[in-house]
């Protein structure tokens, strides 16, 4: 069966430092696959995406995200955290058969002062 | 208009009591989506409309559910006899040209729903 796995509910950074959010993905063939981040009270917005080409895409607010076809991973990344990130993160993937997008669980991410 | 327009934002009904959501999608975008989010929870698939393809309504969680596209533009979402576990944020995303791409779907603010 399709699924996405973000495997940690919340990630806690400290305010600078570099942060990482987990997602992998069982699909067939050669997805697409998107971040979108939604803040307290808001819908979600959409972060960056991977079609094909360059394996690290870049997106907004300075978030970027490897492509890794291997390990089936599109980890998101940001190099300094702020505490404006703070916010529920969701990874997308869509089979290019369909029109569903697969949703992971979401992960909280908090940033300390 | 710039985005996907939703309202009401926030609704309270009794339960027991219809309600209409209404999602106004980026114009020209033929795909709409509708979800479901319970509070600070995952997204739940409700229903999917495409152009004037027979929607796909798989995701609706009973026959007190229902959704309408009219003119390929503007959508209701429909839940009659509300119970309280219909309380959540109802989230309408829209996407162009189709159905089979890397097209990114944007969302709307939501409708905030709580059934008392």
């Known amino acids: 069966a399709q699924s996405v796995a973000q495997p940690e509910d919340q990630v806690n950074v400290a305010e600078g430092n570099p942060l990482t959010v987990k997602c992998t993905y069982s699909v067939s063939g050669n997805p697409y696959l998107f971040w979108y981040v939604q803040y307290p009270n808001r819908g979600l917005q959409f972060l960056l995406k991977?079609?094909?080409?360059d394996n690290l895409v870049k997106g907004s607010y300075g978030f970027e995200a490897e492509f890794n076809k291997s390990q089936t991973s599109f980890h998101l990344k940001k190099p300094s955290a702020l505490v404006s990130d703070s916010a529920l993160y969701f990874c997308a993937v869509r089979d290019k058969s369909n029109y569903q997008l697969i949703w992971g669980a979401g992960t909280k991410l908090i940033i300390k002062p | 208009g710039a985005g996907v327009s939703q309202s009401p934002s926030n609704k309270v009904t009794e339960k027991g009591k219809d309600v209409e959501l209404r999602c106004d999608p980026i114009?020209?975008?033929?795909?709409l989506y509708w979800y479901r989010q319970s509070l600070g929870q995952g997204l739940e698939f409700l229903i999917y409309?495409?152009?004037?393809?027979?929607?796909?309504k798989s995701g609706l969680p009973s026959d007190r559910f229902s959704a309408e596209r009219t003119g390929g533009s503007v959508s209701t979402l429909t839940i009659q006899r509300t119970q309280q576990e219909d309380s959540a944020v109802y989230l309408c995303?829209?996407?162009?040209?189709?159905?089979?791409?890397?097209?990114?779907?944007?969302f709307g603010e939501g409708s905030w729903l709580t059934v008392v």
């Open positions: 995303a829209s996407s162009s040209p189709g159905p089979r791409s890397g097209n990114t779907i944007y």
């Open positions: 114009s020209g975008h033929t795909a």
């Open positions: 409309f495409q152009g004037n393809s027979a929607p796909d």
């Open positions: 991977y079609i094909t080409g």
